[in-house]
């Protein structure tokens, strides 16, 4: 059972199942055309076509920003500011174009302290990198402070990575404030709540000159046929997403009453995980739940994170098993 990525644990859509077995040769033969899906994506995201900009999952959008926030050279190493702990990707991506990522801790309880991030930027900051909610604490910050942070970071180019904002049901996505902010873009996924992480479809969301440069550092058919296909489907299928969504948050509030029982410290999440301090022994215990067929995500390493294992929040059937194997393991280990 997979609850390491944050995958949706039922998968896809039958209906964007069925799409893909109606998928002929000409399909595979053709270039895709991706007319129906931004469109599609668009729509769900309430703003005009040309505000969005569809990628190869959403890690393509955050390296095709990185890329083309770089471009412009100066004798600085450029760099990009973010907080820790976060999604790995910001830091890998800005290292593999040449630039070098400033992080800086969240707050206490992991809420957002704005004004450590304003103190990280430098003459050399290109991006400045949030995630809401925050992965991997799961932890919401307040849309006021990302539009006053938006305002107070520009020119520099402010990404909100908004991968898990189906869940939080909260969108800095609003085709007036990215006319008012044209250093803000929002990165959104498929991956997650539409379940077609294995199709690989994200989106970069902005105003329409923002998103031109990034667009530029995209290949012309970046996402392929199959992802093209599935994702006006997947998006149109209200009902299956409705379903999922209500799973993982029921899901997720099995998973805190039972660290509670548990003696378990666990931080509010608004998306489909849950951080939970498990204490010392947190990789043994990734590694025995592993043995037992469960895998979640060791976050013990990283700094703001000690002690702490992250497990994915989806259907109700599987959150119920991997309650019964972290108390199996959390005896064994007693
Ligand atoms: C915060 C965050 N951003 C981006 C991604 C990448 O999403 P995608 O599968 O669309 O590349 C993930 C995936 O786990 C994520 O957690």
Redo the contacts with the bound molecule.
Sequence with gaps: MRLH??ENTAGCSPAVLEALRALGRQDAGWYPDYGAARAAAAACFGVPDDHVLLTN???EG?LAAIGAAFRNRTPDVPETVGVTPA?D?YEVSTTALGGRMVTVPLAADYGLDTARVRAAISRATRIVFL?NPH?PTGVRYDLDDLRTLARDLAPVLFFV?E??ADFSGETLIDDRIFAQRPNLVV?R???KAYGI?GL?A?AVVGAPATLEPIAKVIPPYSLNACAAAALPVAIADREYRAWYLEQAAASRELLAQACARLGLETWPSAANFLLVRVGDRASEIVRAMAARGVLVRDRSKEAGCEQCIRITAGIVEDTTRAIETLEEVLCAAR
């Design positions: 990525l944050n999952g959403l890690d955050i999604f990707m995630t992965n990575d991968a898990y990165g996924t498929f991956s992480a690989r994200g």
